[in-house]
């Protein structure tokens, strides 16, 4: 059973940093594309950042220099390291995995993402 399990969330202020964390479970994340999606109230989840299997990553124009997304592969971890955070970044922040080792334009817009993780809280306030 897959399961991907994030963590790291929480209230910081703006110009802040927080790292979360995305711990998978009966599933191999350095094989596959991975990424980070963020949701806020009556608005669509959309992507954050992606890394496929050959650690190409990609990133939202909106997070572009700020944001850092990696893997460790040993210990089945994704990152996301969220640097010069800004208020207009607080959502509901989830892992997710496409189960093919590319990242495609399916993947960014949610329709091909295969699991989901239950999301982590990010808060930014002036």
């Known amino acids: 059973q897959v399961e991907l399990v994030e963590s790291g969330g929480g209230s910081v202020q703006a110009g802040g940093s927080l790292r979360l964390s995305c711990i998978a479970s009966?599933?191999?994340?350095?094989?596959?594309?991975m990424g980070w999606f963020r949701q806020v109230p009556r608005k669509e989840r959309a992507g954050v950042a992606s890394?496929?299997?050959?650690?190409?990553?990609t990133y939202a124009d909106s997070v572009k220099g700020r944001f850092t997304i990696s893997r460790d592969g040993a210990k089945n971890i994704l990152y996301l390291e969220m640097n010069s955070l800004k208020p207009e970044d607080t959502a509901v922040y989830y892992c997710?995995?496409?189960?093919?080792?590319?990242?495609?334009?399916?993947?960014?817009?949610?329709?091909?993402?295969?699991?989901w993780g239950q999301g982590t809280q990010v808060t930014v306030s002036l």
């Open positions: 890394i496929d299997s050959g650690d190409s990553t």
């Open positions: 009966g599933y191999t994340i350095s094989s596959n594309c």
């Open positions: 997710a995995t496409k189960s093919y080792r590319y990242c495609t334009v399916g993947f960014w817009t949610g329709r091909s993402v295969r699991y």
